[in-house]
């Protein structure tokens, strides 16, 4: 993996949650970067989102401080005072403005922070900054995740390489409203200065989201703490984009693939999860029928379990695709497993024993849903549903 040039590393153990672990990550950059960011729509917001979606109207940073094992949410003013604390910290240490590091926090929601463990903790980092990797990052920002996500591209703008690499953490509590995860992506790439760039890298960061984080969903509940940052340094010495254009296209395709690849690690990371579940309503009325039937699919306990027990159970499918709402037509709609036909205009093809087969050989599975009602298509990708969920949930905080 080629690292965008001018970002460090740094991770520290703090014990937040459990002893023995990284649980902190600094990531920062030698020069100011453009950023932007995507947070989380739920109501109730995290401390560090707070303060980041304060922060990032600027469109400027230098460092980004994370912790994993308690979330900073809903824990009162103490919970900003610490999230700012953090940020001090870091700057302190790296000699940057304050204004110029962001927070995310994850983890436990409702417990103080225990910022006696944290504090010297931080000051360490930014002494050790550059001692560590983009995947110790990764790995210091996971909770139930089981691997840390790590994904990278490579472009060229006016001949000059420019890298994109990122990580993010995500497992469970994942439905998108804005980014399902933590998600840190870095680049080298020089863009406008002031508004032009912020509002170029937005643009550029927001169709990637929805393309990618924004159709994932593990259990159908949105975080609090959902957080996607972009920092482009402008290292790699192309020509600054300005605007739309041939090089700006060439770098959101690049973001795109960057995005994706993260957003499918989350999915097949789902707690619990033995597969990866690709849904892929096609043939819709329109575009909101489309995503709106994928997600009906995605999030049945009853679809998803069933593809846990390796059973082409098509009539769940069926089921919920008619509770969703869209424009449905039971005698026209066709129903693959991969490239097997399991329903043919509403009716099955007695295809089980072989869609069962399948579905126990593959960790990977596509779903393609074609209700031959218009153009319109839309793919969120999933996860199936085990005990292992149950189980994991059950025992979060113990």
């Known amino acids: 993996m080629k690292i965008p040039r001018g970002f460090l590393f740094s991770t520290a153990g703090a014990g937040i949650k459990k002893p023995g672990r990284q649980d902190l990550a600094l990531i920062s950059s030698v020069e100011t970067a453009v950023c932007a960011g995507m ?49 001090l910290i870091a700057a302190k240490g790296l000699g940057i403005d304050e204004n110029l590091v962001f927070v995310c926090s994850t983890g436990v929601i409702g417990a103080p922070l225990p910022m006696e463990r944290i504090r010297p903790r931080i000051a360490e980092m930014a002494e050790n900054i550059g001692r560590a990797g983009i995947e110790d990052a990764a790995r210091a920002i996971m909770t139930t995740d089981t691997f840390p996500k790590t994904a990278s591209k490579s472009l060229r703008i006016a001949g000059r390489e420019v890298r994109i690499a990122g990580i993010a953490k995500g497992s469970g509590m994942i439905h998108p409203d804005m980014a399902t995860m933590l998600s840190f992506i870095i680049t080298d790439l ?4 002031g508004a032009i760039g912020k509002g170029l890298l937005q643009r550029a960061l927001k169709a990637s989201v929805e393309k990618s984080f924004n159709r994932v969903t593990v259990d159908g509940d949105t975080s609090t703490s959902d957080t996607v940052l972009i920092m ?38 789902g707690e619990g999860a033995t597969k990866l579940i690709r849904v892929l309503v096609k043939g819709a009325a329109s575009k ?39 424009a449905i037509e039971e005698e026209k709609v066709d129903i693959h497993l991969e490239r097997l ?41 999933t996860c199936d549903l085990t005990g292992e969920y149950v189980a994991i949930n059950a025992e979060y905080r113990t």
Request: glycine fraction near 12%.
């Open 39 to 87: 947070f989380t729509r739920n109501k109730i917001k995290g401390a560090p989102v707070k303060l980041d979606i304060e922060r990032i109207r600027s469109g400027k940073a230098r460092a980004i401080i994370a912790n994993s094992g308690n979330a900073n949410v809903c824990t009162g003013k103490q919970g900003l005072l610490d999230a700012r604390e953090m940020a």
């Open 190 to 193: 020089a863009i406008g200065k």
């Open 232 to 269: 482009a340094n402008g290292l790699a010495g192309n020509p600054p984009l300005t605007g739309p254009g041939k090089d700006y296209a060439v770098f959101a395709q690049a973001l795109d693939h960057v995005a994706l690849e993260l957003a499918a690690m989350v999915a097949a990371d």
């Open 288 to 326: 909101k029928d489309a995503l709106r039937g994928a997600f009906a699919v995605a999030n049945s306990p009853l679809v998803k379990t069933a593809f846990y027990g390796n059973d082409a159970n098509w009539g769940r499918i069926m089921a919920a695709l008619g509770k969703s709402g869209i």
């Open 341 to 381: 036909k399991l329903v043919n205009k509403g009716v099955s093809t007695g295809k089980d024993a072989p869609a069962a087969d399948l579905l126990r050989k593959n960790k990977e599975i596509g779903l393609t849903i074609d209700l031959n009602l218009g153009p319109w298509s839309e793919k969120v990708l």
